[in-house]
């Protein structure tokens, strides 16, 4: 069911997080306390919103790493409706596409809860005292897929490429010390797929 991302206040600080990456680490939010920038994307395999970003969403983790961007990618979808979205399968797409960030599993998807997290791909960009300041999409490029119009929504551009224009506009004003650009435009993508009983009332 295609879903956007939630509108958030700015300036809310970063949830902690403590998940396993595709390697069985233990990945921490203390432990990128460092880094300038923070983006935690909510992501997943089988997506086809994901998938039609993926590739522009690694060249830009890329791009952006030597400025001082530390990007975190989060997989909380319940796979009993999508295997492919379940840690195997993540350990086989960070691998085969060689991630140049950590991809963690949110299984008890606490994690997606405490973001407000409600589709795939999910942004959100914190600055260096990891307070809210970006919360919208990657670009205007959306997949060409078969699924009515939602009322009340502009249709999906289909003809636009992928260039994370939104999202780079955003990390380039974070560092260089300016508010985001307005106004932010919603993600849209897969809802993320909940555990029986755990959907939120805003999912």
């Not at 809310?12 to 998940?19: I, R």
């Not at 796979?79 to 086989?92: L, S, V």
């Not at 960030?101 to 795939?120: E, K, R």
């Not at 506009?169 to 993320?192: E, N």
């Amino acid at each position: 069911m295609l879903r956007l991302s939630r509108q958030l206040d700015y300036g809310q600080p970063a949830p902690d997080f403590a998940l396993p990456d595709t390697e069985g680490t233990i990945r921490t939010l203390g432990e990128f306390a460092e880094a300038p920038a923070l983006l935690v994307a909510f992501i997943c395999n089988h997506c086809p919103f994901v998938l039609h970003v993926l590739d522009g969403f690694i060249d830009f983790a890329r791009d952006y790493a030597p400025k001082g961007l530390q990007v975190v990618a989060i997989s909380s979808n319940w796979p009993d409706d999508y295997p492919e979205d379940d840690y195997a399968h993540m350990q086989a797409l960070a691998r085969d596409k060689a991630f140049p960030f950590p991809y963690l599993h949110d299984d008890s998807q606490d994690v997606a809860l405490a973001y407000n997290a409600i589709c795939t791909p999910d942004f959100f960009l914190y600055d260096g005292q990891r307070r809210l300041t970006y919360a919208g999409q990657f670009d205007a490029s959306r997949p060409k897929i078969n699924r009515p119009p939602v009322p009340g929504l502009p249709p999906l551009r289909h003809d636009l490429p992928v260039t994370g224009e939104d999202l780079r506009g955003a990390v380039d004003a974070l560092l260089a010390g300016l508010p985001a650009p307005q106004p932010q435009h919603p993600s849209a993508g897969c809802s993320i797929k909940w555990r029986p009983g755990k959907d939120p009332s805003w999912a």
